[in-house]
């Protein structure tokens, strides 16, 4: 079975409840329990952290190990030169997403310091920029 892990970061942790006119009403764990039954021929996992350290720490840790890693690194994704990093040092396939079109919004969130080293990239979709983060995967 494969194992794929959705990474979140910052502020992800209020979805349902943060500017609900962007990200939209409903709780990611709620979403997460979707997923799991929509995929239940793939292990999936799912960690949160708000901060740069703990994505980097679990990064490291499944990424010579799982089948791929579908991450929304939030606001860290236009500033995080380490983050991006960490993508490069593992064999894991990372997938970036968004839920939002970022290329619609402040020019500040154009950039990424972690497209470069991913697989691919996301966005726009709303919480199904996820799973067809998960769907690129299991082709
Ligand atoms: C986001 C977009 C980022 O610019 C923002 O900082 C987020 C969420 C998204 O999923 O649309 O926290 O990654």
Same mark, same amino acid.
């Given at each position: ?36 039954? *929509?995929? =239940?021929?793939?292990?999936? $996992?799912? %960690? ?5 350290? #703990?994505? !980097? ?46 290329? *619609?919004? =402040?020019?500040?969130?154009? $950039?990424? %310091? ?5 697989? #691919?990239? !996301? ?17």
């Amino acid at each position: 079975m494969k194992k794929i892990l959705i990474l979140n970061g910052p502020n992800l942790n209020l979805l349902g409840v943060r500017e609900k006119s962007i990200y939209g009403s409903q709780d990611f764990l709620s979403y997460f329990e979707e997923l799991k039954q *929509q995929f =239940e021929t793939v292990q999936l $996992h799912y %960690f949160q952290s708000n901060s740069e350290g #703990g994505l !980097i720490d679990k990064i490291h840790e499944v990424g010579f190990e799982f089948d791929g890693i579908v991450l929304n690194a939030g606001a860290y994704t236009h500033t995080s030169v380490a983050i991006g990093d960490a993508i490069a040092a593992v064999t894991t396939p990372v997938i970036e997403v968004h839920i939002s079109n970022v290329h *619609q919004r =402040e020019e500040f969130r154009h $950039h990424s %310091f972690l497209a470069k080293n991913c697989k #691919g990239v !996301i966005c726009g979709f709303g919480l199904d920029s996820y799973r067809l983060g998960i769907q690129a995967f299991i082709k």
